[in-house]
């Protein structure tokens, strides 16, 4: 399944890789004769499918997984996570919680990641470690953390952290201001400003909550898109994450803009937040990724779990059976994420020329059986579990579901230590 170009499928084909790069897809039966002397791994019964693009998360989280469950989201916020994060966050936390992630992704088919959490270097360097590609939060919020001291703060330090590391080709950098009731005009400015100098994405929560709506009404007298409107945030560089409360023209708006949406299915659900709007963004145009949010308002980093609820709300809000079909969902995942942060000249398809972002899934299980429609099955049927083979940049890190990286081995016993230290915030 390539994704690209969309609805295809193709079968018994053969994809050749060199240097971590896609070079040709062909029939299996020419690639031996047309490629001499590859290693070669045939993998009958499978499905290939670009790696998953998971375009919304907060990895270090997992280690907060489970903490305070079944909250409305300010609720959740303000009495829950934030006073844990300000006593535990450190790089320490956010390195454990980060690869802890990258372990459970990667099993399920996630060559990438779009991290927004506080000291991004310490996610960066887990993310190294795992071999995975990610997109790196360069974070702002006006409230101080252990990790910076205000706005400029944050930015001075993600921005250091971007000229450090701007060079290693499976770390990309998008602008991460936290949301619009947490973030200044003053410092959306200076975001807008610097994202069209730097030329990078915008990743925020937006239009989220109906609270968040009524709140930037009283405080800034528009609902908050109107607001990044007039301060210059609208175009194909922002990220707009959740966008379950728009109205036909904000649709529009985001459409007209070329700006992207992330789909955050399962976290909106737990959370009471809303049904987005998505038969009526994809059919206005707007590009539509998926993401999982974080664990600890998820509570799975789960792909497949994300794609499957994403066509379903989306066939139950629209009142229409074809709404968010297979295909269309499989795209949001791959090449629909890809495309919001800004790479999908190298990953979200299968494509010559493209990193090798692969993930295999055995479609053998009874479970799957019998298989119509592969793309079907893919979305309404498979699982996680059924993730058998992924690679990055062509190098191989799960094989026959077992993870071969050595940065992610231990990981039970840090998350045993972590689950010690927030016990009581837990139990409170």
């Known amino acids: 399944m390539p994704v690209e170009p969309a609805g295809a499928v193709l079968e018994d084909q053969a994809v050749a890789v060199r240097d971590g790069l896609i070079e040709a897809v062909l029939p299996a039966e020419q690639a031996a004769a047309a490629y001499p002397g590859y290693e070669t791994l045939e993998l009958p019964g499978h499905a290939l499918i670009p790696g998953l693009v998971n375009a919304h998360t907060h990895a270090a989280m997992s280690l907060m997984r489970?903490?305070?469950?079944?909250?409305?989201?300010?609720?959740?916020?303000?009495?829950?996570?934030?006073?844990a994060e300000a006593r535990h966050v450190s790089p320490e936390f956010v390195r454990d919680g980060t690869l802890l992630a990258c372990a459970e992704m990667l099993r399920g088919g996630v060559t990438c990641f779009n991290d927004m959490y506080f000291f991004p270097e310490a996610s960066l360097e887990a993310a190294l470690g795992a071999r995975m590609r990610s997109a790196q939060g360069i974070i702002a919020i006006e409230f101080p953390s252990a990790y910076a001291s205000d706005a400029e703060d944050y930015l001075r330090r993600g921005l250091a952290i971007r000229d450090r590391w701007r060079d290693e080709p499976l770390v990309s950098f998008c602008f991460a201001p936290h949301a619009p009731y947490t973030v200044s005009d003053a410092t959306f400015r200076r975001i807008a400003a610097l994202a069209a100098e730097l030329d990078l994405q915008v990743h925020v929560h937006l239009h989220e909550t109906a609270e968040e709506l009524e709140r930037s009404l009283a405080e800034h007298g528009a609902r908050p898109l109107e607001r990044l409107r007039r301060l210059g945030l609208l175009g194909p560089?922002?990220?707009?994450?959740?966008?379950?409360?728009?109205?036909?023209?904000?649709?529009?708006?985001?459409?007209?803009?070329?700006?992207?949406v992330v789909h955050c299915p399962s976290s909106n659900l737990k959370l009471a937040s809303g049904f987005a709007p998505v038969d009526a963004l994809v059919k206005k145009g707007v590009n539509l990724a998926l993401g999982t949010d974080g664990a600890a308002s998820n509570n799975r980093l789960d792909m497949f779990q994300e794609m499957r609820t994403a066509a379903l709300l989306?066939?139950?809000?629209?009142?229409?059976?074809?709404?968010?079909?297979?295909?269309?969902?499989?795209?949001?995942?791959?090449?629909?994420?890809?495309?919001?942060?800004?790479?999908?000249?190298?990953?979200?398809?299968?494509?010559?020329?493209?990193?090798?972002?692969?993930?295999?899934?055995?479609?053998?299980?009874?479970?799957l059986a019998p298989c119509y429609d592969v793309v079907s099955h893919l979305v309404y049927a498979a699982g996680r579990e059924n993730v058998s083979h992924v690679w990055v940049a062509g190098e191989l890190l799960l094989q026959e579901r077992e993870l071969l990286v050595p940065a992610l081995r231990g990981l039970d016993t840090r998350g045993q230590l972590w689950q010690n230290a927030l016990r009581n915030l837990a139990d409170s």
């Open 66 to 83: 489970g903490l305070s469950d079944d909250l409305p989201l300010m609720l959740w916020l303000q009495e829950h996570i934030w006073p």
């Open 237 to 260: 560089s922002l990220i707009a994450v959740h966008a379950v409360h728009l109205d036909e023209a904000e649709i529009e708006l985001l459409a007209r803009h070329g700006c992207s």
């Open 314 to 367: 989306a066939k139950a809000v629209a009142g229409d059976a074809q709404a968010l079909p297979a295909h269309a969902a499989l795209r949001a995942a791959t090449l629909g994420g890809a495309r919001a942060l800004g790479i999908e000249r190298i990953a979200g398809s299968i494509v010559p020329g493209k990193s090798a972002d692969l993930a295999a899934i055995d479609m053998r299980a009874p479970e």
